[in-house]
């Protein structure tokens, strides 16, 4: 018996910029819905930016009750939108990401980051920070000095933290940020 041929599926081609958001997007999601959301999402994408609730689970390869969850939540930050859609006798729920919504999502993430990462700058830059080398546990001067600059904890001395490497690292990654931002325009 001669085999039957595999349905091809066709592909979109997706500018480099589209890619990238992409890209960004899916670990962003990773980050703030956690691995399992990211595995949703990226399946999605996948299958063309848009499959049914009913499949979703199986084909990321998540249980149907997380995908779900998972679904609601991404629904009411507006990252997915979901419609019904009759398949010959039943009615089935297709998951859509949200295009319009992906870049503001990015934007407005990136603009958060950078802006606790500015105050931590500012901090760092302000202060003179003591840390105990048993627990970690850190300290202002005035902190420190109120403990005689023995940690409460451990009776350790506190030891003067290299600040210059942590403003170093803070302003690297403001800039990677505002690297960022300037590719999405923002």
């Known amino acids: 018996m001669p085999r039957k041929k595999k349905k091809e599926t066709s592909k979109v081609e997706l500018d480099s910029r589209t890619k990238y958001y992409l890209e960004v997007f899916v670990e962003l999601v990773g980050k703030m819905y956690g691995e399992t959301a990211r595995k949703v999402i990226k399946h999605i994408i996948e299958s063309g930016g848009s499959a049914p609730e009913e499949t979703i689970g199986r084909d990321a390869g998540v249980k149907s009750n997380e995908?779900?969850?998972i679904l609601q939540k991404l629904g009411n930050d507006a990252l997915l939108t979901c419609r019904g859609r009759k398949v010959g006798d039943k009615v089935l729920h297709f998951w859509t990401i949200n295009w319009d919504q992906i870049e503001?999502?990015?934007?407005?993430?990136l603009k958060k980051t950078r802006e606790k990462l500015e105050t931590l700058l500012?901090?760092?830059?302000?202060?003179?920070?003591?840390?105990?080398p048993v627990c970690g546990r850190k300290y202002t001067l005035d902190q420190a000095f109120d403990y005689?600059?023995?940690?409460?904890?451990?009776?350790e001395p506190l030891i003067e933290v290299d600040?210059?490497?942590?403003?170093?690292?803070?302003?690297?990654?403001?800039?990677?940020?505002d690297r960022e931002l300037s590719k999405l325009g923002a």
């Open 67 to 69: 995908a779900r969850k």
């Open 104 to 109: 503001n999502v990015l934007i407005n993430r």
């Open 122 to 132: 500012k901090f760092e830059e302000e202060n003179i920070i003591y840390e105990c």
């Open 148 to 155: 005689e600059f023995k940690c409460p904890y451990d009776n």
């Open 163 to 177: 600040r210059d490497r942590i403003i170093s690292f803070l302003k690297k990654k403001i800039e990677e940020i």
